[in-house]
């Protein structure tokens, strides 16, 4: 490069560093309004509360919330901001970890008491299966506990399988099997003894909940109220346990 190519490269960056200023002062004073579109999986027992508690502290923001587990492409469907389980691929997309939870086995006692109740990871094989299946990938969520002080992956004799939470847990009201699902949505089934928790302390998966939207170097105000909202208060006692 010549000494006149680097005298205008070094203006160039201070231009272009100035002008990020700018537009970060900008974007700091201005309020956090306007229509916000968020795609979310179908987790209304964890989000919901949430969401209504955001509403009312933030009533400039009016919220257009689309509840499904299908892949959703966050820049073609014109979402401000998604909410997702496990870890983000998308190069286009930052995230933000939210929080974490872990699934858990669970059945009703009245299948229990027709069944049996499982006393090692391994009584799992002979047991029904009532699992979740990845609507991205049409996989299986493997399930995952400890036997013999290791992480084992068991073999399911697989009676049902649902895209959703809810129907799984349906099921297992029905007494149709054992189903592994998020604790988020167990706790009051548990505290009304409607299902009961399976091989308690056995599971050992720890899942990510996370927040993705498009990148860019200017997040708008309503993503950002609306994220850091989130991060603070959706897994924050007692939240998760409804």
Request: with cysteine; charged share 25%; glycine share 6%.
């Amino acid at each position: 490069m010549t000494p006149e190519g680097h005298l205008y490269l070094a203006r160039c960056v201070k231009i272009l560093a100035e002008l990020e200023a700018a537009e970060v002062e900008l974007s700091a004073g201005q309020t956090a309004k306007g229509l916000l579109r968020v795609g979310l999986p179908l987790v209304g027992t964890l989000v919901t509360p949430v969401l209504s508690d955001f509403m009312r502290e933030h009533p400039d923001i009016r919220l257009e919330l689309d509840f499904s587990d299908r892949m959703v492409d966050v820049i073609e469907d014109g979402f401000d901001v998604v909410l997702r389980t496990g870890e983000g691929s998308d190069s286009r997309l930052i995230s933000r970890l939210l929080g974490h939870y872990s699934p858990m086995l669970v059945a009703s006692p009245r299948y229990l008491a027709a069944r049996g109740i499982p006393k090692t990871p391994k009584d799992l094989e002979r047991h029904t299966a009532l699992a979740h299946r990845f609507p991205s990938t049409g996989k299986v969520d493997p399930w995952l506990v400890l036997e013999d002080g290791e992480l084992a992956e068991i073999q399911l004799d697989v009676q049902a399988t649902a895209s959703a939470v809810e129907p799984l847990i349906d099921m297992a009201l029905q007494s149709m099997g054992i189903a592994y699902i998020p604790d988020f949505f167990t706790a009051r089934l548990l505290r009304t003894g409607t299902l009961v928790e399976v091989l308690p302390g056995s599971v050992r998966d720890r899942k990510v909940f996370r927040a993705l939207w498009p990148s860019g170097k200017n997040l708008s105000p309503k993503v950002r109220v609306f994220v850091d909202y989130l991060a603070a208060h959706l897994f924050a006692e007692p939240r998760n346990r409804p």
